[in-house]
């Protein structure tokens, strides 16, 4: 098994022995390629990733809310009710069954 790391380390070796320069070159080329369009980069990053403008009237927004609270407020009553609608049906079907008898 070790022959083939071996063999594999010595083709790497001589890769790199015949074609490193290459890559030295390569790394150093995008390297100062890196520096010189950096700002372009970023810039394009700021500007793919940046937040949209907001143009909201602060009346409408607190308008907005107060409906949306109004909701929340709305549904949760219905939950509140449907569930202690829930719970007075299942305890009437306890109270109809007899299990709650004690003799």
Request: glycine share 4%; hydrophobic share 50%; proline share 1%.
């Amino acid at each position: 098994k070790n022959w083939f790391y071996t063999i594999a380390v010595q083709q790497v070796w001589s890769m790199l022995a015949g074609y490193g320069w290459y890559a030295v070159f390569a790394g150093v080329a995008l390297f100062v390629l890196y520096q010189s369009f950096r700002e372009q980069f970023e810039a394009a990053l700021q500007k793919a990733t940046a937040l949209p403008a907001v143009s909201a009237d602060e009346a409408k927004v607190k308008a907005a809310r107060a409906a949306q609270m109004e909701r929340f407020a709305q549904q949760s009553k219905a939950n509140r009710e449907a569930a202690e609608e829930a719970r007075r049906a299942a305890a009437l079907a306890s109270l109809a069954s007899g299990e709650n008898d004690v003799y």
